[in-house]
């Protein structure tokens, strides 16, 4: 699944070692801290980052900041930053930067696990003072809001029990909600499609479409707009298939002209040691060409190196 494991024969000191080897003196060796980074895992560089400080006296993060620069760097300074944490500079970077990143919040708050959830919620009140939640409700309006207020709750049904009568009511509901009426009850869509368990909710379209006479995201798709309709989209997608959810925001940071670095980057970065490997396969299934391809024509540089490792291998 993951196409970044770690080593087992491991020194955090020779890695601290080589680092700094690295970025001393004049010049920096970009491909010795793309091939030191991207063997170990998450875990592995916090030893190191820890161990640099200890037998070297400076701060790894701070030199990395200092030697490297653009694209390059936000992929090494992501690749050096605990999980969590990372989800949690994202998150805040997409609330408080210049504007609002919605794609970045709904991808994020629509994919993780209720305690990947739980623990961003925890750890973005310790960094910022504020919780997550005060953030979304002064960052964003309306019926949107309230879809990430929900899933920031990461109160989704774990179970696997499937109600049966409970997903024809649900699927009723939901037909009743969008499609049989004028206008939309839109607090029915997020009630159900944020806190019914996965399994159930799979059962629930299967109902929907056998009800409606289409897909439930097609009924998304013509009962709303904007950041809501992305938002329940996501939702929907992450429950069918997360890798090919992860593979379509891939390509859409890639396709066209130009490319949204900060998608592209948070994908790669935050899945690499989950599932790149189902992600590489549901892109080419998708696409008729390989993740591997699509990095390669749209990048460059170390930037594209770095990437490339996450990659992992050709399709």
Known sequence: ???????????????????????????????????????LNVSQRQQV??????TIGRDLIDDLKSELSGNFERVIIGLMTPTTMYDVHELRRALKGAGTDEGCLIEILASRTNEEIRHINQNYKLQ????????IVSDTSSMFRRVLVSLSTGNRDEGTF????????????????????????????????????????????????AIANKDITDSIKSEM?????????????????????????????????????????RVMVSRAEIDMLHIRREFLAMYGKSLHSFIKGDCSGDYRKVLLRLCGGED
């Open 1 to 39: 699944m993951a196409t970044v494991k770690g080593v087992s024969a491991f020194s955090a000191e020779q890695e601290a070692q080589a680092l700094r080897k690295a970025m001393k003196g004049l010049g920096t060796d970009e491909d010795a801290i793309i091939e030191s980074l991207t063997k």
């Open 162 to 209: 499937v109600d049966e009568a409970l997903a024809q009511q649900d699927a009723q509901c939901l037909y009743e909600a969008g499609e049989k009426r004028w206008g939309t009850d839109e607090v029915q869509f997020m009630s159900i499609l944020c806190t019914r368990n996965r399994c159930h909710l799979l059962r629930v379209f299967d109902v929907y479409r």
């Open 49 to 54: 980052l820890i161990t640099y400080k200890s």
């Open 225 to 265: 707009s904007g950041d809501l309709e992305d938002a329940l989209l996501a939702v929907v997608k992450c429950l069918r298939n997360k890798p090919a959810y992860f593979a379509e925001r891939l390509y859409k940071s890639m396709k066209g002209l130009g490319t949204d670095d900060s998608t592209l980057i």
């Open 128 to 135: 910022y003072g504020s919780t997550l939640e005060d953030d």
